[in-house]
C-alpha cells in the first residue's frame, strides 16, 4: 500500500539555525500519527512544511501521491487546524464553513450541505446559526477541525488540537479525531505535549528532538525501544538523553 504522506530529509533552515533536520518519515491511510518533541523541537514547522505554509530547504514530500513541487495540488488534498486559528466573530458556524466550501469550488448549495454536514459530524448542529462569538474554546476547536475537513482531505494536520481545553473538551476532541480517521480514512497528523493523549489516541509517534527524528513507530514500540513502562518515561529517556 502507498502511504498517503511520505516525507525524505525534509529540512527547514532559518539562517545557521536549523528547525527541521533530515526529517524522513511515512504514513497509511487511517494512522494517527503524534508528533511529540519539546518546546522549539520543530513540531509546528513540521506541520507548516507538509501544508505548504513554509517552503522546505531540503528534501522532498508527497501528500497521496502529488510532490511537494506542486504546491497548490498538495494544499487541495491537506486539512489544517494551525495552533491559533482566528475566526470571523460575527458569522455563524455555517456560514463560515459555507464559505470555505466555496473557496475550494463547492457551489452555493453543495457548500451548504457540506456545511450542514460537517457541523453534524463534530457536534456544533444545534449551534450552526448561532454566531462564532458566543462559542466556547472547545466548540471553536471542533468549528476549526470542521473547517479543516471542507476539502475531504488525504491528510488532516492538527497544531496542539486540545490546548487550553477543560479534560471534557480534551475527551471531545479525542473522539472526535478518532472518529475522523475511521470514517474518512485521512492520515492524521497532530502534534502535542499530552502524553497520555498520544497513548490514547495514536496509531504511531514520531519523537523530535532538535529537528531530528529520535525515534518513531507505534507508542509500544517507542515505550519498549527506550526500555520504559510508559510512553511517557520513554519520552524523557529519549529527549533528556539526547539533550544531555
Ligand atoms: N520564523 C522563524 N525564524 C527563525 N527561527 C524559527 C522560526 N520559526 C521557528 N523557528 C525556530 O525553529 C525551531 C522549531 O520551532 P517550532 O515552532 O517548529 O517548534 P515546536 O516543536 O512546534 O515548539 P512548541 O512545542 O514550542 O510549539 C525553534 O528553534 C524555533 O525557534
Known amino acids: 500500500m502507498e502511504p498517503v504522506l511520505a516525507a525524505e530529509r525534509l529540512t527547514k533552515r532559518y539562517g545557521p539555525r536549523v528547525a527541521v533536520d533530515q526529517l524522513s518519515f511515512s504514513a ?3 494512522e494517527i500519527l503524534g508528533l511529540l518533541g519539546p518546546n522549539g523541537a520543530g513540531k509546528t514547522t513540521t506541520i507548516r512544511l507538509l501544508t505548504t505554509i513554509l517552503t522546505p530547504t531540503g528534501g522532498t514530500f508527497s501528500v497521496a501521491g502529488v510532490p511537494s513541487t506542486e504546491p497548490a495540488e498538495i494544499r487541495r488534498r491537506v486539512g489544517v487546524l494551525p495552533e491559533s486559528a ?3 466573530a ?5 456560514e463560515y464553513l459555507r464559505y470555505h466550501g466555496r473557496l475550494f469550488g463547492l457551489d452555493a448549495r453543495a457548500a451548504g450541505e457540506r456545511a450542514e454536514r ?8 444545534d449551534r450552526a446559526r448561532t454566531r462564532i462569538a458566543s462559542y466556547s474554546r472547545g ?9 479543516a475537513l471542507v476539502n475531504e482531505p488525504a491528510a488532516l494536520f492538527l497544531d496542539e488540537p486540545t490546548l487550553g ?6 475527551a471531545r476532541i479525542l473522539d472526535l479525531v478518532r472518529d475522523v480517521a475511521r470514517r474518512s480514512g485521512a492520515v492524521v497528523v497532530l502534534s502535542t505535549h499530552t502524553l497520555h493523549e498520544v497513548e490514547q489516541l495514536c496509531t504511531h509517534v ?3 528532538h532538535r529537528g531530528k527524528v529520535l525515534m518513531t513507530g507505534t507508542p509500544e514500540d517507542v515505550t519498549r525501544q527506550a526500555g520504559a513502562d510508559r510512553l511517557a518515561d520513554a519520552f524523557l529517556v529519549m529527549t533528556g538523553e539526547a539533550a544531555g
Do not use: N
Open 118 to 125: 460537517l457541523l453534524g459530524e463534530v457536534g456544533l448542529a
Open 86 to 88: 482566528g475566526y470571523p
Open 139 to 147: 466548540m471553536r476547536q471542533r468549528l476549526g477541525i470542521a473547517r
Open 90 to 94: 460575527q458569522e455563524t458556524g455555517w
Open 206 to 208: 514520531l519523537i523530535l
Open 165 to 170: 481545553l477543560d479534560p471534557a473538551g480534551q
Open 28 to 30: 497509511h491511510a487511517g
